[in-house]
């Protein structure tokens, strides 16, 4: 009886020894149960989905909703996989890529969008023209900046926090322009969380901020919502024939000096 069980642990202990990667894991973490650990290994970026869950607690479901919500594929040309890929690079090196882009000068440097397919082009063009630069290895994942750059504004504290900024000083920007769009419902989530009342009346602010820009202006403008489509806001006139915004303000105000 003692032989059958001294067998049965040698035979999983050579079992576990056959199934042992031959690549080296960059990072462990504890698993739930606090016995062993989950591994991101260097190629784990090919099967990212497992890793974010099995490390990250992070579902697929979630990393496509970003995918959708956010049009990687129409911005960044790169299918879920890759998206998933640089997001596991983030997680796996948080510390620096949070370093990195603390700096405005980075953030602005890979703010633009760049196409998952040239930043490859470029990769295999480097190892062309400089001999002494290792062509690209399959086994090593070819990092996009501004994907980065978009994955740290997602699910970064501090990229959420600079990305609502920057996005209220660009509709601002539009309004004085005479054209609106429909992100304000996006900001408000990063400002407070996305939650219930505070989400309601942050997109509320967010709609004053915008429609100051058409008095700023004195333009009658456009805001274009992705349901409604384009509402005109028509800057008016005061007075007794008065209409449009300044005529609702002006009845406002004269509605108060009543009470």
Same mark, same amino acid.
């Given at each position: 009886?003692?032989?059958? @069980?001294?067998?049965?642990?040698?035979?999983?202990?050579?079992?576990? !020894?056959?199934?042992?990667?031959?690549?080296?894991?960059? &990072?462990?973490? +504890?698993?739930?149960?606090?016995?062993?650990?989950?591994?991101?290994?260097?190629?784990?970026?090919?099967? +990212?989905?497992?890793?974010?869950?099995?490390?990250?607690? =992070?579902?697929?479901?979630?990393?496509?909703?970003?995918?959708?919500?956010?049009? /990687?594929? @129409?911005?960044?040309?790169?299918?879920?996989?890759?998206?998933?890929?640089?997001?596991?690079?983030?997680?796996?090196?948080?510390?620096?890529?949070?370093?990195?882009?603390?700096?405005?000068?980075?953030?602005?440097?890979?703010?633009?969008?760049? $196409?998952?397919?040239?930043? $490859?082009?470029?990769?295999?063009?480097?190892?062309?023209?400089? +001999?002494?630069?290792?062509?690209?290895?399959? *086994?090593?994942? !070819?990092?996009? &900046?501004?994907?980065?750059?978009? #994955?740290?504004? /997602?699910?970064? %504290?501090?990229?959420? &926090?600079?990305?609502?900024?920057?996005?209220?000083?660009?509709?601002?920007?539009?309004?004085?322009?005479? %054209?609106?769009? *429909?992100?304000?419902?996006?900001?408000?989530?990063?400002?407070?969380?996305?939650?219930?009342?505070?989400?309601?009346?942050?997109?509320?602010?967010?709609?004053? $901020?915008?429609?100051?820009?058409?008095?700023?202006?004195? @333009?009658?403008?456009? /805001?274009?919502?992705?349901? =409604?489509?384009? /509402?005109?806001?028509? #800057?008016?006139?005061?007075?007794?024939?008065?209409?449009?915004?300044?005529? =609702? !303000?002006?009845?406002?105000?004269?509605?108060?000096?009543?009470?």
């Amino acid at each position: 009886m003692i032989e059958i @069980k001294f067998l049965e642990r040698w035979r999983t202990k050579w079992n576990e !020894i056959n199934k042992a990667r031959s690549v080296k894991y960059i &990072r462990r973490y +504890p698993k739930k149960t606090g016995k062993g650990y989950n591994y991101v290994y260097q190629d784990s970026w090919k099967h +990212p989905f497992k890793a974010l869950l099995e490390c990250f607690g =992070i579902k697929q479901k979630k990393i496509e909703e970003h995918y959708s919500k956010y049009e /990687i594929k @129409k911005d960044f040309g790169a299918d879920k996989q890759t998206f998933a890929a640089h997001v596991l690079e983030y997680f796996t090196n948080k510390i620096k890529w949070d370093n990195l882009f603390s700096k405005k000068e980075a953030r602005d440097k890979y703010k633009e969008p760049v $196409q998952q397919k040239t930043v $490859q082009e470029r990769a295999r063009a480097k190892s062309v023209a400089e +001999p002494a630069a290792k062509t690209p290895d399959g *086994d090593k994942m !070819i990092v996009n &900046r501004s994907l980065m750059r978009k #994955v740290w504004s /997602i699910y970064s %504290v501090e990229g959420q &926090r600079i990305e609502a900024a920057e996005s209220v000083v660009k509709q601002k920007a539009a309004a004085k322009e005479g %054209v609106f769009t *429909d992100n304000a419902g996006r900001v408000a989530t990063a400002n407070d969380g996305g939650g219930g009342e505070n989400k309601k009346d942050g997109m509320v602010t967010q709609d004053l $901020q915008l429609l100051s820009g058409v008095l700023e202006s004195g @333009k009658s403008s456009t /805001i274009r919502h992705k349901d =409604i489509g384009d /509402i005109v806001v028509d #800057v008016g006139s005061s007075g007794k024939s008065g209409y449009g915004l300044k005529h =609702i !303000i002006e009845q406002r105000y004269a509605k108060r000096r009543h009470y």
